[in-house]
């Protein structure tokens, strides 16, 4: 089996063989400091999207334009993977609408509960790079099936629970329930665990592949950090409505 695969598609292997060659190489530093421009991007666009929420904006469109958007870049950086340079801070601006919305609905009923959420996300990242760094966790080939395997079936079970919605049938996943919570809990702990994988392969990848894949692996980590921080929020918000 091969050990170079990850559950996140902006670290698989047709995105990385390149048969150009390129005298500079892609290094830590360098995806570093785009993803630092592209949260802060992303972090711009939620104030602004915020701020016109307060105003009594109806900010429903930016809510559902970004999520839209950002699927539709997603999709096209997978067949035009050499389109990341600026493919990437599109789709950093459209998850910047997106997050604004929910981050504002949630800040509507749950005071400074968007504010948490994000420190309990820097928290976890940090948390899961030094786990990675240090071996605690070692990322071995049954690992990474066990990531793989949860992320794909939690991902089937948002997308036929979003073609259900079109029915009018609210799926469990919506809900309150104990059984909802337990399933935010589990999406949560596999979206942060989906980070060793892009850990592991940037760590291979850097100092050979081509700098411009550096945008690649940007793209990589905000998919991950959006989704944890979401799961994050959700959860939260679930809780605080429960108890």
Known sequence: MRLDKTSNPAFSNYFWDDKKSSSAKMTVSGIIIKSLLCIAIIAAITVYVWSLYSSGFDIEWFLYGGIISSIIISVIISYKHNWASFLVPLYAIAKGCFLGGISSFAHAKFPNMPYQAIGVTIITFFTILFLY????????QKLKSIIIT??????????????????????????????????????AVVASLTLLLDFQYIERQKGKAPKSKEWLATWGLLVSLVWLYVEILRLMKKLAIRY
């Open 133 to 140: 760094q240090t071996r605690i966790i070692v990322v071995t």
């Open 150 to 187: 949860a992320a794909s079936s939690i991902f089937l079970v948002y997308i036929i629970s979003w073609i259900l919605g079109f029915f009018g049938i609210k799926s469990f996943i919506w809900g309150t329930s104990l059984v909802a919570i337990a399933f935010n809990v589990i999406a």
